[in-house]
């Protein structure tokens, strides 16, 4: 009888760490393409079968981790764009047909891509085009 109680509590947190792991990567980030545009770089990346693009403001960083194209990361990404209500209306992506184009300084325009999802990025543990774990 005690062989079997620890047979199936060992299964059950074998199952449950395969469970975590498996979860953990699906919050992984593929970087498919990095582009530049005025001031800024832009990180298209992939997870599942959504595409997320990512502004990042061009500073001068040293000691960083360069972000690869093919590599895996965790982002951490917030809207640029959707952070909230506007007159009592949720603003989300799924409500978004007018915002197309963002200013994000006096010289930098970034439109958002149809191929992506709709909305533009940043990401709290990227700068530059570095990644920051």
């Given at each position: 009888m005690r062989s079997f109680m620890f047979l199936t509590i060992a299964t059950a947190m074998c199952f449950?760490?395969?469970f975590?792991?498996?979860?953990?990567?699906?919050?992984?980030?593929?970087?498919?393409?990095?582009d530049s545009v005025e001031n800024y770089y832009?990180?298209?990346?992939?997870?599942?079968?959504s595409t997320f693009q990512i502004a990042s403001k061009?500073?001068?960083?040293?000691?960083?981790t360069k972000l690869r194209v093919n590599d895996k990361y965790s982002f951490k990404l917030k809207s640029r764009i959707?952070?909230?209500?506007?007159?009592?209306?949720?603003?989300s992506p799924a409500t978004n047909d007018l915002v197309k184009c963002v200013g994000l300084d006096?010289?930098?325009?970034?439109c958002i891509d149809d191929n992506c999802v709709n909305d533009l990025f940043y990401s709290e543990n990227i700068e530059d085009a570095c990644y920051r774990p």
């Open positions: 449950c760490s395969q975590n792991t498996a979860h953990n990567q699906s919050l992984d980030y593929t970087v498919v393409r990095i832009l990180i298209y990346a992939k997870r599942n079968d061009k500073v001068k960083v040293v000691g960083c959707f952070t909230g209500e506007v007159g009592g209306r949720n603003i006096e010289d930098t325009v970034v």
